[in-house]
């Protein structure tokens, strides 16, 4: 997700591999990948329903402008497992992405998951840290 942000940037990188101490990946923090984002904070996102959960981050990416960009996380049901994905706003249409399989989500991805652990960041406005190197080939 950080390498698909530096490349929209146009920066030319891969997704770093992960390797047994990567501190980004493998961290007990859900949010720790917001370090290489300079004043990434999140917003936890109202709405116990799919589709109001998927309203409410589609509805804050329109507000911004076409071309911006969030990551939105997730906790699992079992609180350990979670994921994190991108929401574009694209010539004003709303896309959910994930990166790492290219795979475009509709609101499924907003349902079966731990209540109230939706979240997201805004990061097309934010400046890289010197920890996106842990991030990116």
């Given at each position: 997700m950080i390498a698909y942000e530096a490349r929209r940037?146009?920066?030319?990188?891969?997704?770093a591999?992960?390797?047994?101490?990567?501190?980004?990946a493998l961290a007990n923090d859900p949010d720790l990948w917001t370090l290489a984002f300079k004043g990434a904070k999140m917003v936890r996102v109202e709405g116990?329903?799919?589709?109001s959960i998927e309203a409410n981050i589609a509805h804050a990416l329109k507000e911004y402008?076409?071309?911006s960009r969030v990551?939105?996380?997730?906790?699992?049901?079992?609180?350990?497992?979670?994921?994190?994905?991108?929401?574009?706003n694209i010539g004003?249409?709303?896309?959910?992405?994930?990166?790492?399989?290219?795979e475009f989500y509709g609101t499924e991805v907003f349902s079966g998951q731990k209540k109230n652990s939706f979240?997201?960041?805004?990061?097309?406005?934010?400046?890289?840290?010197?920890?996106?190197?842990?991030?990116?080939d």
């Open positions: 940037r146009g920066y030319d990188v891969h997704a591999q992960s390797f047994e101490n990567d501190i980004l116990y329903h799919p589709k402008s076409p071309g990551v939105v996380r997730y906790e699992g049901k079992n609180g350990y497992e979670g994921h994190v994905f991108i929401g574009e004003g249409r709303v896309f959910f992405i994930d990166p790492q399989t290219n979240a997201y960041t805004r990061i097309d406005t934010l400046r890289f840290t010197d920890k996106i190197n842990f991030a990116v």
